[in-house]
Structures are given as C-alpha cells and as structure tokens.
DNA sequence: TTTCCTGCAAAGGGTTTGCACGTGT
DNA sequence: ACACGTGCAAACCCTTTGCAGGAAA
C-alpha cells in the first residue's frame, strides 16, 4: 500500500503544488497511467480505471488526459491517424522503436542522437526545443 | 509547358506503368501536390486544386491522396491531432524541423542521423524499416 | 462498352463540450 | 458554501464510404 503511494507521488504532487482539486476520478487515473508499462490509448484507460472504478467516464479519461499533458506528467503519442497512446512523462528522455508487426512499443535512449538534433537545429538557426523520434522495424530473427 | 508536363511525370508515370486509370481530376491534385512547397493540408488542396477546376471534391482529394500514399509518391506528415499534411515523396529522403511560433516545416537531412539510428535499431534486435524524425525549434534571433 | 472514378451527402471514429448535478476543499 | 469536476449525450472535426451518375480505356 505505502508503495502504491509512492508511485503515483510524481503525478499527485505536482497537483497539490498548484492546487488543482484531486478527486477521486483523477486519482484512479493517474493510478492506471502509472501501473500501465505498455502506452496505453485513452480508450485502454477508460477502460481500466473503469474496472477500479465505475464512477469514471471516458469523458473525464480524456479530460484528465488533456490536464495531465498540460502539467506536463503525460506524454502523447501520435500515430498515424489512430487513437493516440500515452505515457507518463519522466525525466529522463527517451524516444521510441515501434514494431511494425506487433505494434509493439519499445523505449530507449541514445545521448549521440539526441547532440546530433542540438547541431542540426543550431545549423538551421535554431535552438532546439523538442524533438520526436519514431523508428520502425522489424524484430530480426536469431534462430 | 513543357516543364510543367516533366515536373508531373514522377506522380503520373508511376500510374502509367500501373495501368491506373489518369483521370483529370488526378492530374490537378498531382500538379497541386507537386507545386506545393509548403506541405498542404487535404483541405488545402482541396481548395488549390478546385481553383484550377471546381469539378473536384474534398472526398476525391482525399481518395487521391490515399492512392498516391499507397503507391509511394507522397507522404504524410502527422502532427499532433491536427489535419495531417502531405509532400511529394522523392528519393532523397529528408526529416522536419518544425518552428513553433510559425508553424513552418523545414526540411533537413543527416546521414549521421540516419546511420545512428540504423545502429540503435539493430541493437535492440531490430532492422530498421522506415523512421520518422520531427524537430521543434524556435528561430534564433541574429539582430 | 465496360470498368473504374466521381460528387454528393451521409456515416464514421476519435475527441471535445454544454449543461445540470455532484464533490473536494 | 463555493468553485470546480463530473456524467451524459450531443456536437465536432477530419476522414471515409454507399450510391447513382459520369468519364477513361
């Protein structure tokens, strides 16, 4: 139980910091997107907070997302056209692999990628502010 | 007019060789696409290809645009939700910087880049097939 | 002629919003 | 008590689609 506090402590901080209203409903969802390892949709949210909770709407899943991003604890994902996924946002960076087979999610990070952008945008006369880096491949078979 | 014909030629000979039939709606929204530098929306074209002749509809944009995506000649552009944007797709292949006060797509290539992330892919036990790079800058003042 | 394409308007899918009620502080 | 959050359903926006008429091959 102490542990379950504690993981949600990043997205329920920064609300008792600015004085937003932490109900119940909120709550919930923070606890879906902090348990959730795999970018769930605002859908996949709905639906799990759902099952902690009947009581939440998909309306308020997508309200709650739109204030989770605007403090900046939720990072979205585009693609494509389709229902955009989420994660919670850490400190550290990183981008992401997507398996064009499975639909798979992979995270990783790589310092070189990411001074390459900073002199690439500095080169176009640019200070870079943010990036998105999206690869997509196919897993390579190791039989 | 010549020159207009030659700059067509890479969207319409690949319907050519497919035996898709060349229709004159087709060869507006080609053209439009091809002249376009700036990376339009549908609605755009829509708007640019109906000045040339307002015999075309945004339904027929958008079947159009779907059938050049799905025969390589143009690529979409995602951005956050909002309509998509589109450019003719060449062999050189190119990444965006996107200015966030301006909205203004420039376009950019790294071989550095693109060879990083062929080796991070392969690290985690992925071949690369395709990737999508966005960059978002604010223009540094040079007064 | 035959097959495919088009315009129109209606449907679709994801996301947002107006309203009256409910809840956190 | 008061301000703000919520559920519901309707509205919204972009995109897709069914259908009957029209054009390319």
Redesign the interface.
């Known amino acids: 139980m102490i542990e379950k506090n504690k993981q949600i402590s990043r997205i329920v901080d920064s609300f008792l910091h600015k004085g937003i209203k932490l109900t119940h409903q909120r709550k919930v969802i923070a606890q879906v997107i902090t348990d959730a390892s795999d970018h769930p949709d605002a859908n996949e949210v709905f639906i799990r907070a759902n099952k902690i909770d009947n009581r939440i709407s998909l309306a308020t899943v997508y309200r709650t997302i739109k204030l989770f991003e605007e403090n900046n604890v939720l990072n ?1 994902i ?4 389709k229902r ?1 996924r989420y994660e919670e946002l850490t400190d550290a960076h990183h981008d992401h ?1 997507i ?2 087979d499975t639909g798979d999610i ?1 995270e ?1 990070v ?1 310092n ?2 990411e001074e ?2 900073k002199k ?3 080169k ?17 078979k ?1 039989d």
Do not use: M, N, P
Not at 78 to 81: H, N, Q
């Open positions: 979205r585009e693609l494509g056209g955009a692999l398996d064009i992979i990783f790589d070189d990628i390459l952008q690439v945008a500095k176009l006369g640019y200070s870079l502010v943010d990036h998105k880096l999206e690869l997509f491949g196919k897993k390579i190791t």
